[in-house]
């Protein structure tokens, strides 16, 4: 994808209500990826609304390594971090263990309530699940039944390797399954040197009727 198709996909994510930002896996850059998307919506006048209703692993003493904190500071305003992640977690487990350790019991229905804004600016919902769509995020349910219940269009995110267009096709599959929109797939070449001749991005783009985007695209 060059330049202008890249732009051109960004003016059409813009018209959308929101995204539920979601990967194959834990660790495949969700946050990275999203919050240079934040950047990009902002400069095209959207006002947004950052969610990451659940977060494991959270240190008090290291706030700004936490992803809610840098979802926050790439959105608009001085928005509360109580409300982008109403449910810090400080074991680094998936979010029902590491609530099950605390006391706490998470519901997929307390989570859609949480995501939504707390104004009545028009907004754009920018969600940001927990590990991969399939992975537990609440007692009752997984990432998929979260988007399920926002009803937003899904934005998938992949490492950029050998070996992912497995993981990315299933992950496809399941978002159609829940019948919701597949509105891209992102490859993140996290690392530099990648194996001669692979190209994830042709082979996928042969295989789903979805952009196929390896970020950063220009």
């Known amino acids: 994808m060059n330049q202008s198709s890249f732009e051109a996909w960004l003016e059409q994510i813009s018209q959308l209500p929101g995204l539920f930002m979601t990967g194959t896996d834990t660790g495949v850059g969700k946050t990275w990826v999203g919050t240079q998307l934040l950047q990009h919506l902002r400069r095209l006048g959207l006002h947004i609304t950052p969610r990451k209703p659940v977060e494991s692993g959270w240190l008090a003493e290291q706030i700004t390594e936490?992803?809610?904190?840098k979802l926050a500071i790439n959105a608009s305003g001085l928005q509360p971090l109580t409300h982008?992640?109403?449910?810090?977690?400080?074991?680094?487990?998936?979010?029902p263990r590491a609530a099950h350790y605390e006391g706490k019991t998470l519901s997929i229905q307390q989570l859609a309530k949480q995501c939504q804004p707390r104004h009545s600016q028009p907004s754009f919902l920018y969600v940001e699940g927990a590990g991969g769509f399939y992975s537990p995020l609440a007692?009752?349910?997984l990432n998929a039944d979260l988007a399920q219940a926002l009803k937003l269009p899904v934005l998938l995110v992949s490492e950029d390797r050998v070996g992912c267009?497995?993981?990315?096709?299933?992950?496809?599959?399941?978002?159609?399954a829940r019948q919701l929109s597949l509105v891209a797939v992102i490859l993140n070449p996290r690392y530099s040197t990648p194996p001669k001749g692979m190209d994830n991005q042709q082979d996928l783009q042969a295989l789903l009727a979805v952009p196929i985007i390896r970020w950063p695209s220009a």
């Open 165 to 176: 267009i497995n993981q990315i096709l299933l992950t496809a599959a399941a978002i159609q």
């Open 66 to 69: 936490t992803d809610s904190w």
């Open 84 to 95: 982008i992640c109403p449910n810090p977690l400080l074991a680094p487990l998936s979010p």
């Open 139 to 141: 007692h009752d349910g």
